[in-house]
DNA sequence: TAAAAATACTCCATAGGTATTTTAT
DNA sequence: ATAAAATACCTATGGAGTATTTTTA
């Protein structure tokens, strides 16, 4: 049996008479007798009952006609779907975040591939650090990262989101929260709250921008994402750096203070170079381009606002 | 796109390798490939990411695999309906009944083709007289009836089922019922009470044979339906003549008596002629054969049966 | 007798085979 | 170096065409 007998039956069916079905079909009317003739005779039943003057359905033939038409709607789609699943227009993306790119930029965003791409479900994992990210994008946990470049390991590709200055939150009670801009210098004998987790991008960062400004941070606390980190400073346990994006989360008892030489850190998207699935392209390509709409439409404002916001607190 | 795609594509996506898909097809390995080319070219999509290593489906090549084998199931399990209704295994008749054959005829129809036709299911119309059901199955209202012969107009095949004497239904106060048989003659001064629709293949019965007996039945009353009868007789406003199968419903107030030489009427199983409805046929089948079971078991122990019942009442 | 399906035959398009090349590991 | 898919080319099956016959209303 092939799609052929399918299509000629569900014709003949539908008008009941060879001749004209043959002639829709751009068929001559020998190919299609015979063509149902071997249909039948590979189902072993009679579908039809001719004389030359009718061509009727047996009960046998009603119910295949039912079934052949729900079997080549069923391919239609079929071929529709594949074609939308290849394009990238419709599918699953696993998307791992970075806790402070959750804060920042995962609104965003999930409103640009809702806008874009509304055929793609966005799976959300947040909370991962960049080398867990990676190890999950390349056993094909996730499909698409935003993490802290650089990433560990072969095989993963990465776009620049956006490059983020390290800034300083400071308990509001801190004697340096008086001043607009702080020099890194002036840290040197603070108390420190850093992350926890080693294999953190940002921690390292911030030791290192220390170390350039000429000391190491001392008497350091230690906290598990970010949320803990700000808590911590706004509890007076020390001040922490922070990459800007992190002044999006206003807390009580915490002001943010721009650093004068703390250099800045990078947001990254990710994913598997051999990756072939077409939505995570598509996401990509999304993401890419809304940024850039972002920023040709506002180009600093938004910065402007989040300042703004976080002088009143 | 033809179903040799599909089963090809299958088998491919099954083994995710076109030499021992290939193989398992029973095909060179070239042909496979070229068949799936011409998949992918029709769907515009690639179904597949190939290396010589390695060969994987791509999100879009998963999707389609499910709904090829989808399907395909679908197809195969279409065919094996096809065949089984066009063997009469499966389907629907439609069986109308006369109101004296629902009540004698009915269960051992009903119980023969639940056993015998398990996949048949039967749509009952009760209580059409002769001239109705051939009407019905002309129309194809009706695919089978059990109805009094003859039929009229043209094509309808019948069989006949049983030859039931016509018996006597007498008020259970009436002198007669002492006599274990009775002479036709003998009713010649009684009330009647007659089935009240013209087209009664039973009426005409009662009537031709009381003529042959030398009398017209007097003073009649009408009722509609055997049910309706046997109560005016049981009221006691006149005896009846009524086929034997009647007597399976025994009924209060009303006595049963064999009937010397009123002669007897068949019951016979009716069907169009050109009904190409293999499921007709197979019932057909299923009561005739069930017909000759029961009595090759039991002669006449059935009969005797129903006449002790009444015996008692 | 006329319309329509079935049969008889012929032909060529294409599914599938063989031999070979390309490619990625 | 080798396994496996792709390419090139050829063959032959069978799908479809034309001409004709059969059937039934």
Redesign the pocket.
């Known amino acids: 049996m ?1 799609l ?1 007998h399918l299509r ?1 039956f569900a014709a ?1 069916a539908e008008t ?7 002639e829709q079909l ?13 249909l039948e005779a590979e189902l072993g039943a009679a579908l ?1 009952t ?6 009727t359905l047996t009960p046998a033939g009603e119910f295949f006609l039912h079934e052949t038409r729900r079997t080549l709607d069923a391919l239609e789609a079929a071929t529709h779907g594949v074609r939308r699943i290849s394009e990238g227009q419709v599918g699953l993306v696993r998307l791992g975040l970075t806790g402070t790119a959750a804060y920042s930029h995962l609104p965003r965003i999930a409103r640009t591939v809702k806008e874009r791409l509304p055929g793609i479900a966005l799976e959300i994992h947040a909370d991962l650090l960049t080398p867990a990210q990676c190890d999950r994008l390349r056993d094909g946990a996730l499909d698409l990262a935003v993490l802290r470049p650089p990433t560990t390991g072969e095989g993963i590709e990465t776009r620049t989101l956006t490059t983020e200055p390290l800034t300083l939150a400071l308990p509001a009670t801190h004697p340096l929260t008086t001043e607009p801009i702080v020099e890194l210098a002036r840290l040197a004998g603070e108390d420190f709250v850093l992350y926890a987790a080693s294999g953190s991008v940002v921690n390292d960062a911030v030791i290192r921008a220390c170390r350039a400004a000429g000391f190491v941070p001392q008497r350091t606390h230690t906290a598990q994402g970010t949320a803990v980190l700000l808590a911590l400073v706004a509890a007076g346990l020390g001040l922490a750096m922070v990459p800007a994006g992190v002044r999006a989360v206003p807390l009580d008892g915490v002001v943010f203070r721009d650093l004068a030489d703390a250099g800045s850190i990078d947001l990254a998207l990710a994913w598997r170079s051999d990756d072939d699935n077409p939505a995570v392209a598509a996401v990509v390509a999304a993401i890419e381009s809304g940024l850039s709409a972002d920023e040709a439409a506002t180009p600093a404002a938004a910065a402007t606002a989040v300042r703004t916001r976080e002088e009143q607190s």
Chains 1, 2 share one sequence.
């Open positions: 092939e052929r000629y003949v009941c008479h060879f001749g004209r079905a043959a751009h068929l001559a009317q020998p190919a299609l007798s015979q063509a149902i003739r071997q039809f001719r004389t030359t003057r009718q061509v």
